[in-house]
């Protein structure tokens, strides 16, 4: 290589020193910034010329050093890992927080507890024990029966705005990972451009790609992986989202009724059969992964619809597992109404006792018991119930021949679970209006017109008679007050599971975030260590430079005069 050649040596190295120098400065420069992955120089020899042959080798000399790559210093399975469990710990925040809800709507923590005007309407019942004709003990029983259907609708319809709420959260989730599967997307095309000429690396592009990708990973279980183009793929629940030419958009049906939000894959749906992005029948593990994601923790949490003693009523353990048992919301809505409908039936059972009959025509019918009825102080039957459906009386008046003698009976109107109207459901249930405009009217006279001051015993026992279970997953019976207290119990316990499971996964991640960032963050002192060596090795380029210049410049001016 002659004189001049070793210039170019020289050069090499200051202009490698330089990039070196700049790419320090620009991690130092974003030491602070949330989500920046720290770069890293590799350098490499450049072209060697050959000028000879030797026993042991070639003979040739270097033409300098260069920038072989400048690449982001990243972990894979870190990320993996991080990713995983970023979604499991959104999961169960999610969980928790739907059940807060649930807790605060309740009130037991707050001072205005279900459980007091339970207590209350107790205690109304022992007074009207001591005189059922007393309009004041008459009133105090309708008055706290009105107070519980009051506040049980609350509780009830916070619950069902809470689910709208939820829904709401949902729709905006699903059109957030259509936005980030959007930019991921652009950023794959924008990064392959750049990278392809295998001489940049698009570092700043693949920071924000990878922001994005920690983002997604909060809302639904992804699998990602990087081809040798540099292009992310990306696949959600098992399904491709991001290919590496496009990204397939998650859309959502609507229930018509509900307009609650079911998020569907529409690349494989047809018109007629849709493909839900979620596998709800796999129940929620942390062994199988089905616990990852905020969008199917608020997807579980909301339920299909609002729901009522009949999702528990007649339901097998496995099937409740695997439908009521799976939400917050919808179970509490379920045991909830399914303790307020009990209540309702046995109480409005004793005040307006019924029977069965067969007339002569074969047909069976549910009359009021006229025989061991009570009635209040008109004297005229049927009794009056206390809690009576919005649109549907308790009773229609039929004439009917029994054993060739036709009269008047009063037909009791069947609940029918498929319509709302006929249930005694604390969506249907109002107090009766009659009783309201006159309390004297509330059953406590037999049929011969005398006060029965021992037909209010049975209204106070079957408070403590014990024959309720909570769901299909509990065998010991239970009376109202203690249902109430099992069912409070119940969340409670499930409340503090999800929330050691948070707090417990929030530990991991912070503890893998950690380990990731002692490999992607940025160090001050180790840069400024990098900017030291860098440096030094420019100012030796330049002195291997002036050398060199002052050697030529002899040859120039002295040996060449």
């Known amino acids: 290589m002659s004189i001049f050649g070793s210039l170019y040596v020289g050069t090499s190295g200051l202009k490698t020193s330089q990039n070196a120098l700049n790419i320090t400065s620009h991690n130092i420069a974003n030491v602070n910034t949330e989500g920046y992955t720290r770069q890293q120089v590799y350098q490499s020899d450049l072209t060697y010329i050959k000028f000879g042959e030797a026993g042991n080798g070639q003979m040739q000399k270097g033409l300098g050093v260069q920038v072989a790559e400048a690449v982001q210093v990243r972990d894979y399975f870190l990320d993996k890992n991080y990713r995983e469990e970023y979604g499991r710990k959104n999961f169960y925040d999610s969980t928790l927080d739907a059940m807060s809800e649930v807790e605060t709507l309740f009130g037991e923590l707050e001072g205005t507890s279900f459980s007091d005007a339970l207590k209350e309407f107790r205690t109304a019942f022992d007074e009207l024990d001591k005189d059922p004709s007393t309009s004041e003990y008459q009133s105090l029983v309708i008055l706290k029966g009105s107070q519980i259907v009051d506040r049980a609708k609350s509780i009830y319809d916070g619950l069902v705005s809470y689910q709208t709420h939820i829904n709401k959260r949902i729709t905006e989730q699903v059109d957030r990972i259509n936005e980030i599967g959007k930019k991921i997307t652009e950023l794959n095309r924008e990064i392959m451009k750049v990278e392809a000429g295998g001489v940049e690396k698009a570092n700043d592009l693949r920071d924000t790609r990878n922001i994005l990708l920690d983002e997604l990973s909060g809302y639904v279980s992804i699998d990602f992986k990087e081809n040798v183009d540099g292009v992310i793929t990306v696949s959600i629940e098992g399904v491709e989202f991001i290919t590496e030419a496009r990204y397939n958009k998650m859309d959502m049906i609507k229930d018509p009724i509900t307009d609650f939000a079911t998020p569907i894959w529409p690349h494989l749906s047809d018109g007629t059969y849709y493909e839900e992005v979620f596998d709800l029948s796999k129940g929620v593990s942390t062994k199988a992964n089905t616990d990852i994601g905020s969008l199917k923790a608020l997807i579980l949490a909301r339920g299909e619809e609002p729901a009522d003693y009949s999702y528990i009523e007649g339901m097998d353990a496995a099937t409740y597992d695997k439908t009521t048992g799976l939400s917050a919301i919808v ?63 308790r009773y229609n008046a039929v004439e009917l021949t029994v054993n060739g003698e036709t009269s ?16 005694y459901s604390i969506k249907s249930i109002v107090i009766n209006e009659e009783l309201l405009a006159d309390e004297s009217l509330f059953p406590h006279r037999t049929k011969s017109g005398e006060i029965d001051y021992g037909f209010t015993e049975s209204l106070c026992d079957v408070w403590d008679k014990a024959f309720l ?86 040859l120039l001016t002295q040996v060449g005069a």
């Open 331 to 393: 179970n509490s809505e379920a045991e909830f109404d399914q303790l307020i409908h009990n209540l309702v039936v046995a109480i409005n059972d004793i005040l307006c006792p019924n029977k069965t009959i067969t007339d002569d025509l074969g047909n069976t019918y549910t009359v009021w018991d006229a025989e061991n009825g009570h009635v209040g102080s008109d004297g005229q039957g049927p009794g009056k119930e206390l809690f009576s459906r919005k649109t549907v009386p």
């Open 408 to 423: 008047t009976y009063y037909v009791y109107n069947e609940e029918d679970t498929e319509q709302e109207s006929t249930m």
């Open 469 to 554: 279970t909570l769901n299909p997953d509990s065998i010991a019976p239970l009376n109202f007050t203690d249902y109430y207290s099992r069912m409070i119990e119940s969340f409670s316990t499930d409340m503090k599971t999800v929330n050691t499971m948070a707090n417990t996964l929030q530990n991991e991640v912070d503890t893998i975030e950690n380990k990731r960032q002692q490999i992607v963050g940025v160090s001050s002192d180790e840069e400024l260590t990098n900017m030291i060596k860098f440096q030094n090795a420019y100012n030796a380029s330049s002195r291997y430079i002036n050398a060199v210049n002052d050697m030529i410049e002899v």
